[in-house]
Nanobody, 127 residues
Framework: QVQLVESGGGLVQAGGSLRLSCAASGLTFINYDMGWFRQGPEKEREFVAAIRWSGGSTYYADSVKGRFTISRENAKNTVYLQMSSLKPEDTAIYYC????????????????????WGQGTQVTVSS
């Protein structure tokens, strides 16, 4: 049974930092590209960042470039999202997602390509 468990969310003031973690189990982690998405109040789920199975390529939404960093530790089956210079508009539930590597072109921002999702962790940024 595949599980993705996010942690590290919380309440932070604008300008602060948080590091989210997503621990994966029940799958061969190195066979999966990993993504972070978020869903704010009354908003649709949106892409935040993604990283290839090897860690060799990363992708970011324009809204978080230069502020967020995605990384992974394959030995620990964990993907991270380091968030800095947080803004109130970053307030959302953050979800991690796993996409099994296959022969198709990877579209990191496309929700439909991901096979598994976590339950999410709340991030609230106060002004």
């Amino acid at each position: 049974q595949v599980q993705l468990v996010e942690s590290g969310g919380g309440l932070v003031q604008a300008g602060g930092s948080l590091r989210l973690s997503c621990a994966a189990s029940g799958l061969t982690f190195i066979n999966y590209d990993m993504g972070w998405f978020r869903q704010g109040p009354e908003k649709e789920r949106e892409f935040v960042a993604a990283i290839r199975w090897s860690g060799g390529s990363t992708y970011y939404a324009d809204s978080v470039k230069g502020r967020f960093t995605i990384s992974r530790e394959n030995a620990k089956n964990t993907v991270y999202l380091q968030m800095s210079s947080l803004k109130p508009e970053d307030t959302a539930i953050y979800y991690c997602a796993a996409r099994r590597v296959n022969g198709r072109i990877y579209e990191p921002g496309r929700i439909q390509v991901y096979n598994y999702w976590g339950q999410g962790t709340q991030v609230t940024v106060s002004s």
